[in-house]
């Protein structure tokens, strides 16, 4: 495995270096520097296998922009990871139309082909899962997206044919740099956020302290929370994540 880079450490600043011409071709196409933001990303992404925060930090000097303004743009985006991922990001969409079209089967198969949940990278740091809003291909839903390759009208068989060509390096879309080992999950402390029953502190100006003011917070839970709450029909997709990290928890939920 590549080393892993930190500020100031001479992995990630040769990289710079070497993308530095790079990105001036790039800032130079457009009128606003700041316009460069995201395909300046993408360009980090596709050598880092993510997007660091030393990536996020060069790209803020480059363009003049704020370290939030970086941030809040990066982190918008389900095309750009802010944490190490697995050789393969699997993201499957969980829109309306697919699933209308069968995404809720669908994502409960790859689930259980990868024994990971959403927003889980398997322990071999080969697969990456999540479930993503809309991907614009609603009319050969369901849909995914492979290293941001997209894939339609999927069904479990094309799936397993597909994890079967990754795993045997065949696979028509090649694996994702990968210079830091990605965790298991990309939440964090979950227990200790569902066991207090207080996820986040909040947005400002947003009455209700653990509402994010958007859909999903850091952790995800939020959304997860509303979810449970709101709509049952999405129960049985959730119960496998959250009986898997706080067996009581859907008990709680339930009895609410
Ligand atoms: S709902 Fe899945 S692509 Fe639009």
Known sequence: MAKAT?????????????????????I???????????????????????????????????????PAEVESTVSFYTLLYRKPVGRYMLQVCRGLSCVLNGADEFMAHCRTRLGIGHLETTDDGTFSYEEVECLAACDRAPCMQVNLEFFYDLTPERFDQMLDQMRNGVFEVPPLA?????????????????????????????????????IGDRSGLIMLDRILARDQAFRGRTRERLVREDPQALERVVED
């Open 6 to 26: 930190r500020p100031g450490d001479s992995g990630f600043d040769a990289l710079l270096e070497r993308l530095r011409p790079e990105c001036d071709r790039i």
């Open 28 to 66: 130079a196409q457009y009128e606003h520097k700041r316009s460069a933001l995201l395909p300046i990303m993408h360009l980090f992404q596709e050598h880092e296998g993510f997007v660091s925060p030393e990536a996020m930090a060069a790209a803020a000097r480059m363009l003049d922009l704020t």
């Open 178 to 214: 990968q210079t830091r080992r990605p965790e298991r999950t990309w939440l964090e402390s979950p227990q200790a956020e569902i066991a207090t029953g207080r996820r986040t502190r909040g947005a400002e100006r947003v009455p209700d302290p653990d509402d994010p003011g958007g």
